[in-house]
């Protein structure tokens, strides 16, 4: 069956393999979402900007009562600022470890040359800096930075180190794009927390990957956000480590997907709940014109509210939508696979093709430029199995088949990450624009860290 046909026999989070911590509501009171700042350059000329990111250590209030927790954070407590890349400019990125313990700054769904990418063997030392340079050169979307480090990549994000790359254009869109007022980004992820309010990870319990009772965006429990326009367009990350959320609003109405992972789909797409596995974006826009002022709305999890939108006024923007989606639909007529690769196991006998990562072994070798499809078997067990979204570094793709019939209209965008349900098959196509070495792997932190990962060569 496929992971998207309403199932819950192999969702982790809810019954089956994995972890089995419920989602609850919080009692916590509400507070304002938090909208991370928008990263302001130190310079920029014709071709370059040039910013400075610092992984930190930090101290974060959760909780109205009680003490604050210890955390991570990128110029800051927790989490990370909004990072603008324009297309078609060089972005050079100073990366500071601020840190007491190594770490790296990988910029999940760019399409960048191997030695920029921030993986595991990119370290950068305690109190050590490097610049990274990011030519920037594909479509505009919802991207997201976060470390890599083998063994501490899992921790690390839980804690809180994770923020938001834009990559953005100049053309005009008749899209919301007020960053913070009809264009917010979301960043949902659960956590758990110890009795005295600090973020609980311990890797040992969560082989199959840490899940929390508490969901947080942006940082924040039960959070408020006014509404001011008639359309609010909303970037949807799943940060979290290891769950699954089936995203839907508390009135059952349907909301409007319109980018995925790497940018716009073909044509928007209306639903009425969406799953994203972690480290998945989507973009939706949510109508209020049906509402009146002073009405809320939640946008929930797994049907746990996170996020209440209240109704302030309603502007009315550029109504019409559709010059912004102007590329013809792409047909995604399949082929003959190129490469099969295998996912298996759960816990700490995760594998990919039967082995585990080693970070002295090229798994796969690809000539620079080529195009390939891959058909991604995730292989269950008698036991059943669990879903892994599977990613690829460096580059975006499409998504040809789920268990040889096309995809769901919203996963006719650019991908870089795609859930393979237990026994699915997924073909997937690729370009290999840049060269160098890449991870590919599922991104479960936790599987990952256990060495479900694999190194993919270009040259
Ligand atoms: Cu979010 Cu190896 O990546
Ligand atoms: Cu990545
Ligand atoms: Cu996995």
């Known amino acids: 069956g496929g992971w998207n046909d309403g199932g819950m026999m192999h969702d982790n989070g809810s019954m089956g393999r ?34 400075t990111v610092r992984a930190e250590r930090g101290e974060h209030r959760f909780f109205n009562q009680g003490v604050s927790s210890e955390t991570l954070g990128y110029n800051g407590s927790l989490l990370g600022p ?28 760019l399409v960048i040359p191997g030695e920029e990418d921030g993986g595991p063997h990119q370290l950068i030392a305690p109190g050590e800096q490097k610049r990274a340079r990011l030519d920037i050169d594909q479509q505009p979307g919802t991207l997201w ?25 100049d053309m005009s869109s008749s899209l919301p794009n007020e960053y913070g007022v009809d264009d917010i980004p979301l960043i949902v992820q659960d956590r758990l927390f110890t009795d005295d309010g600090q973020l609980d990870y311990n890797r040992q319990m969560n082989i199959d990957g840490t899940i929390g009772d508490t969901l947080i965006a942006n940082g924040a429990i039960n959070t408020t956000f006014d509404v001011t326009t008639k359309t609010l367009r909303v970037r949807l990350v799943n940060g979290s480590n290891a769950r699954n959320l089936d995203f839907s609003l508390s009135n059952g109405a349907s909301f409007t997907q319109i980018a995925t992972d790497g940018g716009l789909i073909d044509q928007p797409v209306s639903l009425e709940t969406l799953k994203l596995t972690p480290s998945e974006r989507a973009e939706i826009l949510i109508d209020f014109s049906d509402l009146s002022l002073g009405d809320e709305l939640a946008l929930e999890a797994d049907g746990i509210s996170f996020t209440t939108f209240t109704v302030r006024s309603k502007i009315v923007q550029n109504r019409d939508w559709t010059d912004a989606f102007r590329e013809a639909p792409v047909a995604n007529e399949s082929s003959e696979a190129d490469r099969r690769l295998t ?34 078997y995730n292989r269950d067990d008698m036991m059943g199995g669990m879903t892994h979204p599977f990613h690829i570094h460096g580059v975006q793709f499409r998504i040809l088949e789920r268990d040889g019939k096309p995809p769901p209209d919203n996963e006719h965008g650019w991908k870089d990450t795609v859930a393979v349900a237990p026994g699915e098959r997924v073909k997937i196509k690729m370009t290999f624009r840049e060269s160098g070495t890449f991870m590919y792997h599922c991104h479960i932190l936790e599987h990952e860290e256990n060495g479900m990962m694999g190194q993919l060569n270009v040259k």
């Open 82 to 109: 909004m990072i603008e890349l324009p297309t078609g400019k060089t972005v050079y990125i100073d990366t500071i470890n601020q840190l007491d313990e190594p770490t790296s700054f990988h910029w999940h769904g």
């Open 343 to 376: 996912l298996f196991g759960v816990s700490h006998m995760v594998t990919i093709d039967g082995k585990q990562f080693d970070p002295d072994r090229i798994d796969i070798n690809v000539q620079q430029g080529t195009t390939e499809v891959w058909e991604i």
């Open 145 to 169: 930075f976060h470390p890599h480090p083998m063994g501490a990549t899992a921790e690390q994000v839980y804690l809180g180190l994770a923020g938001l790359l834009y990559v953005t254009d």
């Open 18 to 51: 994995g972890n089995t911590v419920d989602l609850v509501a919080s009692n916590e009171p509400t507070q304002p979402l938090p909208i991370p700042k928008r990263l302001q350059p130190d310079r920029v000329t014709d071709e370059a900007l040039y910013y």
